[in-house]
């Protein structure tokens, strides 16, 4: 009957139908490795498999990436104070460091003893309460229980998770800009670590994540674990958003400004190679701080350069960027963002993106 609210019975029905090929209600997601150490693996599998990529790019160049290279492959060597060797190996101690703390303080996906079912989420009671919530706007809007429930089916399925993504990359990015410039405008803090990532003025794959310890642990692992906490990711999603992350700082760091196409990522997220290039030139050091994903922070905060504006700065003074050059000596003024640039283009872009995908399954769900 029209009107008639959906029976409890109905409802976990379609919620168990509906389950997408992400969700499983095992204690593991892969049997042979818990869901801890497979959040902890992953990152540093993708790392280093990323990073050789890059690194065979850099010495078989073939043409269709040395024309997305950012700088002259003599320079690696010319202007960067450290070698690859030494960065491979303090990047292998952050991952070691990394680990441990994971392994210590980071907990398994909680799980039922007696029928060996996961307990951190349960959709159908989950559901059920949203639905609760949902069923309260009858009395503003007219909608049916069908199309309620549905709605609501769609949301906690895909509409959820997406939000906790969206949300952990702000609480990641709002953590690493404070901390990113808080760094670079203490002087103290500055020379004790941030010095050791910027002795890179030329950035390639294997030293997205060369950073003195300390700075590694507050940074980047303490970063990654503060947005799965603010967000309330389930380890699962966790272990995709570190990956993620970790991805992202790789390509950034990589040396090549690749189109959105050879790299679908930058789709999503305008912080790219080309951005975090100017940070790491002796004119950029303080700007352009936000990373790994958006440049919100920058534009708000007027930090933001674009790499065009910034070239054609260096190209009009006749500016090199010297290894010599005093890395706390405050730069001249840079021109402001410009109101329609691919940044600013992109961060509405990804903003709509995000929202766009938000919905169409809400409006799949709700229509079947």
């Known amino acids: 009957m029209e009107g008639a609210w959906v029976s409890a019975k109905d409802v976990a029905v379609l ?30 599998i993708v790392y280093w498999s990323t ?13 269709w990436s040395e024309k997305y ?28 460091i990394q680990t441990l703390l994971g392994v210590l303080l980071m907990e398994n996906t909680p799980s039922s003893a007696l029928t060996g079912m996961r307990t951190d989420v349960d959709p159908v009671r989950d559901v059920t309460s949203m639905l609760a919530w949902a069923r309260q706007l009858h009395a503003y809007v007219h909608v049916s229980d069908v199309l309620l429930v549905r709605a609501t089916i769609a949301m906690y399925w895909w509409g959820v998770p997406w939000l906790q993504f969206w949300f952990g990359c ?16 203490v002087r103290f803090l500055y020379r004790l670590m941030h010095s050791h990532h910027h002795r890179l003025y030329v950035p390639y794959a294997f030293g997205a994540l060369y950073n003195h310890p300390l700075e590694g642990m507050l940074l980047d692992t303490m970063g990654a674990e503060l947005a799965r906490l603010g967000s309330r990711m389930t380890l699962r999603q966790a272990a ?10 790789v390509c950034d760091h990589g040396g090549y400004a690749f189109p959105w196409y050879l790299n679908p990522v930058q789709l999503l997220f305008p912080n790219n190679a080309e951005y975090h290039d100017v940070h ?20 708000l905060l007027g930090t933001r350069v674009d790499p065009a504006d910034f070239a054609r700065r260096l190209e009009k003074k006749s500016v090199r960027a010297k290894p010599g050059v005093d890395d706390n000596d405050v730069p001249a003024p840079m021109p402001a963002p410009r109101t329609h640039s691919p940044y600013t283009t992109a961060s509405v872009w990804s903003t709509a993106l995000f929202m766009a995908m938000l919905a169409m399954p809400i409006a799949t769900y709700s229509l079947l």
């Open 51 to 63: 990073c050789l990529w890059y690194h065979a790019l850099d010495v078989w160049r073939p043409a």
């Open 280 to 299: 790491h030139q002796s004119q950029g050091l303080r700007y352009n701080y936000s990373q790994p994903f958006f440049v919100h922070f920058d534009t």
């Open 170 to 185: 702000f609480l990641m990015d709002a953590w690493q800009y404070a901390l990113h410039r808080t760094m670079h405008e």
């Open 69 to 96: 290279r950012l700088h002259p492959p003599e320079e690696v060597t010319k202007r960067n104070r450290v070698s690859m060797t030494r960065v491979i190996l303090m990047v292998l101690l952050q991952h070691l």
């Open 240 to 249: 995709v958003f570190f990956t993620i992350s970790t991805f992202k700082t």
């Open 15 to 44: 919620v168990e139908r509906t389950a997408p090929f992400f969700y499983h209600d095992r204690a593991q997601f892969f049997s042979f490795i818990s869901d801890k150490y497979l959040s902890l693996a992953v990152p540093v």
